[in-house]
T-cell receptor
Framework: GAVVSQHPSWVICKSGTSVKIECRSL??????MFWYRQFPKQSLMLMAT?????????EQGVEKDKFLINHASLTLSTLTVTSAHPEDSSFYIC??????????FGPGTRLLVL | AQSVTQLGSHVSVSEGALVLLRCNYS??????LFWYVQYPNQGLQLLLK??????LVKGINGFEAEFKKSETSFHLTKPSAHMSDAAEYFC????????????FGAGTILRVKS
């Protein structure tokens, strides 16, 4: 199956700093990428959808100025958590779709904000 | 809003026993249906998907699921559980009535006893 990578796999940062998470499709061109967040013992919640070269579409309740998404190429999307606070600590997962619309998920990034 | 329901947040089976994880959707038009598995601290792996072809779908690792329109269900089964099947399983749907986005159920944690 298709491979999606995320980097870093985990990150610890101080409150107030910004953190960038990368999501790459390794063996296919991803027309659409998705960012999810997952709190402990909960399901995945879609944060935003991004198409290459255009602005991301955010879900209701997700602050676009706090969670900056850039989808600069067909193989790379980045999520930047700006001015992170402890409540932003979570597991962030990206996924990508190619021509067949099946979503392939990355391994996730665990963010801990101290 | 349309929903996807997974009955049972935890399921425990003995090694070698039948695995049955339940999933029901609420839309009037059958959506695309998926089962994903998530191992601790990892992303999601696609087990199988239903996209309006055969109603009995075979996936990886010996899992299969049957789409039943009359019951609006897409239950996941495996004839004989292995210890390595212990993980969390998510049912997901995508269709017009779900905003054409992948919507996840709450997840079912499968425990396999030796």
């Amino acid at each position: 199956g298709a491979v999606v990578s995320q980097h870093p796999s985990w990150v610890i940062c101080k409150s107030g700093t910004s953190v960038k998470i990368e999501c790459r499709s390794l063996d296919f061109q991803a027309t659409t990428m998705f960012w999810y967040r997952q709190f402990p013992k909960q399901s995945l919640m879609l944060m935003a959808t991004s198409n290459e070269g255009s602005k991301a579409t955010y879900e209701q309740g997700v602050e676009k100025d706090k969670f900056l998404i850039n989808h600069a190429s067909l193989t790379l999307s980045t999520l930047t958590v700006t001015s992170a606070h402890p409540e932003d600590s979570s597991f962030y997962i990206c996924s990508a779709t190619g021509q067949r619309e099946t979503q392939y998920f990355g391994p996730g990034t665990r963010l801990l904000v101290l | 809003a349309q929903s996807v329901t997974q009955l049972g947040s935890h399921v425990s089976v003995s090694e070698g026993a039948l695995v049955l994880l339940r999933c029901n959707y609420s839309s009037s038009v059958p959506p695309y249906l998926f089962w994903y598995v998530q191992y601790p601290n990892q992303g999601l792996q696609l087990l199988l998907k239903y996209t309006s072809a055969a109603t009995l779908v075979k996936g990886i690792n010996g899992f299969e699921a049957e789409f039943k329109k009359s019951e609006t269900s897409f239950h996941l089964t495996k004839p004989s559980a292995h210890m390595s099947d212990a993980a969390e399983y998510f049912c997901a749907v995508r269709g017009m009535e779900y905003g054409n986005k992948l919507v996840f159920g709450a997840g079912t944690i499968l425990r396999v006893k030796s």
